[in-house]
């Protein structure tokens, strides 16, 4: 099972029993959550969001099923045991002061065993996770309708400095992300390419978006289910020429430019991500586990693969050049047969 939205869709599809206790799955429409292999009648797939823990549903104001019990430990390994209760209690309460001897209390064990656990787990530690959570608590509060300075403190960030540093929104502010782009302008241009149609999207700080898709249609709606309060250009616009050029450029194993300005939204560890696959020569590839030895975290290989399934730059950002350590395509966010015809073209331009 992926980590990306399709792999948890996937294993949410086909029920899958293995895929218990390592996320829970909510839906919007009915405000309850469910584990992956609920028995309950399968939700649209619009309407379900993903969550790591229990806890992380509920404090998103979802219930537990009465008929799969979500929250019910059923059970497991001591290191799993004590990540879940760690996180449930964060989760419930990102704005406490998270010391390290409070999160080893949380769990019931030693803050060293904790820290392993957390490790051989989820891939990242946990501050990390508290970081995560508090990341959260703070973009779903400005998407309520709350002001900035409220979701700073609601969050446990105690400072504006301290969450411009943790959020890292390069351009667009918390402020604008948080009313769905209300304030910025987005211009966008189309083009056919050799793996399909090729839009790209940018504000004036940069680009925002670069999606692969089958018509124009699909393409502008899925910038506006990204952006839906920003002001979205009814045509295309002529001055993305250089960025759709870029974007096919990728497409055709040709070199593009390296200083493509962009703004979108990443966490610190995504940034690190994002700019490693950024320094993949093309033709070549690169590990998720090789990727998180670059960016100094070895045992974080499940994040870098969460990294890469976010990805909102197609191509920019080459996330298809990441692949499973025994060769294996691994997944991609815009299909495996464009993930195998790009590392293909690039090959074989490199074999010239």
Known sequence: MTTSPDGLWKAVAERDVHADGLFVYAVKSTGIYCRPSCASRKPRRDR????????????????????????????????????????????????????????????????????????????????????????????????????????????????????YESIRLPGMTPATYGRGGRGATIHWAAADSTIGRLMVAATDRGLCFVEVGATDRELLRHLREEYPNAVIDARPSGSLAPMIDAARGVAEARPVPADVPVDIIGTAFQWRVWRALTEIPPGQTQSYSEIARVIGRPKAIRAVGRACATNPLALVVPCHRVVRTDGNLGGYRWGLDVKRALLQKERERKAR
């Open 48 to 163: 379900v969001d993903f969550f790591p823990a229990p806890a992380m549903a509920e404090a998103g104001g979802y219930r537990p099923c009465r008929r799969c019990k979500p929250n019910v430990e059923r059970g497991g390994p001591p290191a799993l045991e004590r990540v879940r209760r760690a996180c449930e209690a964060v989760a419930s309460r990102p704005d406490l002061p998270w010391t390290s001897q409070r999160l080893a209390r949380a769990g019931g064990t030693s803050t060293v065993q904790l820290q392993r656990a957390f490790r051989d787990v989820l891939g990242l530690g946990p501050r990390e996770y508290v970081a995560a959570c508090r990341r959260r608590r703070f973009l779903d509060t400005l998407r309520n309708g709350r002001s900035v300075t409220a979701a700073i403190y609601e969050a446990g960030y105690g400072s504006p400095s301290r969450v």
